[in-house]
């Protein structure tokens, strides 16, 4: 049985942030979970895969955010509780349907988890999604540990359910990827099948609705703020008179920060757990009641400000400050010693920071970048491409892993801003410029927003390589399924959608299937294509490795090895290659054979054929 | 109750992220308050993998520069990388066996001597246990149960107030069997190693 799935009320657990939201929808009975995966919040709908593989709960790995977003709207208007998860940048594709979604309501308790991620650990920006509730009116609650992000999911369902809206529940990386101690509750039975009652005039928003739809939005919204003033999640600690506004993580640094300056008689804490809307109320109340205020917020002054309105509304005049003391910033996520130095200086409490040890005297080290695995079908695909482009044509690139082929020696990432833009800024790359351009896009990627690029690009008569690296997996994030995979290898049962049907049927006249790891063959479709007047598209498919050895699914194959007497030291291989399976004795190339799968690749490019099989 | 705060570091692959998620679980059946934090992402790509356990009394789930009380490091030149989570009064356990980074396999940087390496890290902190982590998993018979050696020897410094017997006992519910024996060998040839 998973271990999310014991009937244990009471009993204490040491889990993920990200599996306590998963056990907090499975005690609020959640029935229907949909997501596209995205670092930091990629290990909740794993848990509700796993769990629908022994229960009836439904989920599924959705096309894209924007699709599971509907698909979650469609199961929540029904009736069904209903949850669905994204990283922040995720927002941004369900932003269409999450804005008027706001307008119809939903029937069964929907939960939005959105997953940000300050300081960037693996994502294209820290975009500060709080302000999604504001754009939308929904409500947010924002949990600050392993606990609360399983009793505030739960709550997020009743509040749904209550409000007739869909709630965000917002988290950051940091408390996504915590462990702590979490005590379970009972289970709620699901309810998996309702009945859809029709009514037009709130779920079909033409103009007409939607008018009266946006008035009942606002009265929701009044509906939602007498339920912030009074939330047990919003909560005012202390009675002194230095007051501190915080909200996340951030309170968990608060909360040390105090108890570390010895200033407990001297604060009042006002944490905001029930976040948006801002409980104006509380707010006021407290801002009454003490001398000067501090906001410790990550990313953007929102709070900071949103007191600042509340403060010149009621003619409140007392200091309000978060960013600039001392090292508060924008940028980034916070940390305990700076939140600690932030709340000493501005209360003028004297303290002295632990030291760190001195490094100035320590010599450089060696980086250690992140690499493309040895064996992986990209670092071929790249070397065949490079070789019948050569190096002045242009590369947009997409999300995933074949992002690292930024790197050298490789360094074949030109332009990359979201899931998707390979495919439509190759669009604007061509007619702008007479460089050739060769785009690369991931399999999942395709799926998820290349699909339309791809039609664009034939409609528009624009001229230029798409390559779809189709390793049969959504590697990046963890080997999650998508609509192009070999489900029942998975022990799934999602049918299987082809990429080259897919291709010829966008109008793609000139479509080239290649095996990457057969370099010659690849190198000559790659020239066909970047001598075809027109729109060509490669599909280089090849399992990840690693993938493929998860499913079994890894051919036997001898590693490699360097053959002295015949290698004139070239280092084609290791230069223009570069497989962490390669290493260099002295001035010697040599396989490292607990590493190489044998793909074969640097054994084909060797100039002497000095890499062969290793003899049994 | 006194507060400690533990730093891992290490390569992808070597465990350390299963060593602190073991900890935390064993401080947590021992009643110390618990947060484990770890950075997931990049891991499985060779890159740096970093994790914290913070026991007692303490609510933030990660540890500031200079704020280590203990640094556990997997490869001596990412606990050297890592030395600014610490100060002149924090305990380093380091495993000596180098993993040269790719960039320097392939000629564009070199690895510093171990010797230099570990004198480094000795002279800026209280104390540093300096042991072959990798020597004494082969010799517990699985060159993978490293991160079992570098367990015994955090518990064997008498760092942290977790138990011997109450790491062991989560060790033999989390792990399979065929590795139970020497997995437990390996993490008491680290604790003996580090007393």
């Keep these: ?616 | 109750m006194e507060t400690k705060r533990i730093v891992f570091v290490g390569v992808g692959g070597q465990g350390n992220l299963l060593t602190s998620r073991l900890l935390g679980e064993a401080a947590l059946s021992a009643g110390i308050p618990t947060v484990v934090s770890e950075i997931h992402g990049m891991a499985q790509r060779g890159g740096i993998v970093e994790s914290a356990v913070l026991l007692g009394d303490v609510t933030s789930p990660i540890v500031s520069n200079g704020e280590a009380d203990v640094l556990v490091g997997f490869e001596p030149v990412e606990t050297l990388r890592a030395l600014m989570r610490c100060n002149g009064n924090s305990v380093v356990i380091a495993n000596t066996r180098p993993l040269p980074p790719f960039t320097v396999s392939i000629g564009q940087g070199k690895y510093p001597p171990i010797d230099e390496t570990l004198n480094m890290i000795r002279k800026r902190v209280k104390r540093l246990i300096a042991i072959d982590g990798n020597g004494l998993a082969e010799e517990a018979g699985n060159p993978l149960s490293l991160n079992m050696v570098m367990l015994g020897a955090l518990i064997g410094s008498g760092t942290i107030p977790v138990m011997a017997e109450q790491m062991k006992a989560v060790i033999s519910s989390s792990t399979k069997k065929a590795f139970l024996d020497s997995n437990l060998k390996a993490f008491d040839l680290g604790m003996e190693k580090a007393r």
Aim: hydrophobic share 40%.
């Design chain 1, 1 to 616: 049985m998973h271990k999310l799935l014991k009937d244990a009320p009471g009993s204490h657990f040491l889990l993920l942030g990200n599996e306590a939201i998963a056990r907090g929808a499975l005690e609020a009975g959640v029935a229907f979970a949909t997501c596209y995966p995205g670092t930091p919040s990629s290990e909740i709908p794993e848990q509700f895969l796993n769990i629908s593989r022994e229960t009836d709960l439904y989920f599924e790995y959705s096309v894209n955010e924007k699709v599971a977003m509907e698909v979650a709207a469609g199961a929540a208007t029904a009736g069904l509780r209903t949850i669905v998860t994204m990283k922040h940048v995720g927002l941004n594709v369900a932003a269409d349907p999450l804005m008027t979604l706001a307008y119809v309501g939903v029937k069964g308790g929907m939960v939005i988890v959105n997953a940000d991620d300050p300081s960037l650990f693996s994502s294209q920006n820290e975009q500060d999604n709080r302000y999604y509730a504001r754009l939308s009116g929904l409500p947010m609650l924002e949990p600050t540990n392993t606990q609360e992000m399983k009793d505030f999911t739960i709550a997020a369902f009743d509040l749904s359910e209550k409000l007739e809206l869909p709630v965000i529940l917002r988290t950051t990386t940091r408390i996504n990827h915590i462990r702590g101690d979490v005590a379970f509750g009972a289970l709620k039975p699901r309810k998996t099948k309702d009945v859809f009652k029709k009514n037009p005039f709130r779920f079909v928003t033409v103009p007409a609705v939607s008018r009266n739809l946006h008035k009942m939005l606002l009265e929701k919204f009044d509906k939602a703020l007498a339920i912030a003033n009074d939330s047990p999640f919003n909560s005012v600690t202390g009675t002194g008179p230095w007051g501190i506004v915080t909200s996340g993580v951030s309170y968990d640094y608060v909360l040390d920060a105090v108890k570390d300056l010895h200033i407990e008689d001297k604060v009042s804490i006002l944490r905001l757990g029930f976040s948006w809307p801002m409980p104006k109320a509380l707010c006021k109340g407290f801002m009454k009641k003490v001398d000067k205020v501090l906001v410790v917020e990550e990313l953007e002054p929102i709070v900071e400000n949103d007191l600042r309105a509340i403060a010149q509304e009621e003619g409140i005049s007392i200091k309000i400050k978060g960013k600039g003391v001392a090292g508060l910033s924008r940028l980034f996520e916070y940390d305990p010693g700076m939140v600690r130095q932030a709340v000493a200086t501005y209360f003028s409490k004297e303290y002295k920071a632990p030291v760190p040890v001195d490094l100035s005297a320590v010599p450089p080290l060696p980086g250690r970048p992140p690499n493309l695995c040895a064996g992986c079908p990209h670092r071929a695909t790249y070397y065949a491409i490079k070789q019948a482009f050569g190096k002045d044509a242009i590369h947009p690139t997409d999300i995933g892993c074949y992002t690292l082929g930024l790197l050298p020696p490789i360094s074949m990432a030109d332009f990359l801003i979201c899931m998707g833009s390979s495919v439509s800024s190759a669009c604007g790359f061509s007619r702008a410029t007479d460089q050739k351009v060769a785009a690369f896009i991931g399999d999942s990627t395709f799926f998820h927003s290349g699909i339309t690029g791809l039609i664009n690009a034939v409609h528009n008569n624009h001229k230029f390589t798409l390559v779809i690296l189709d390793n049969g997996t959504t590697a990046m994030t963890g080997h999650q399924p998508n609509p192009g995979v070999d489900a029942k290898a998975m022990g799934l049962d999602g049918t299987r959608v082809s990429i080259v049907e897919i291709v010829r049927a966008c109008g793609v006249k000139d479509i080239h299937v290649v095996k990457p790891f057969k370099v010659a063959k690849t190198i000559e479709a790659a020239k066909a294509a970047r001598d075809y007047d027109g729109l060509s598209v490669i599909i280089s498919e090849e399992y990840c490795p690693m993938f493929a050895k998860a499913i079994g699914e890894r051919k036997k194959s001898r590693p490699f090895q360097v053959n002295h007497g015949k290698c004139k030291n070239h280092r084609d291989c290791i230069n223009l290659i570069a497989c962490p399976a390669m290493y260099l004795d002295g001035e010697q190339v040599e396989i490292k054979k607990d590493l190489c799968i044998g793909c074969s690749v640097c054994a084909q490019i060797c100039p002497e054929n000095a890499i062969l099989p290793l003899k049994e």
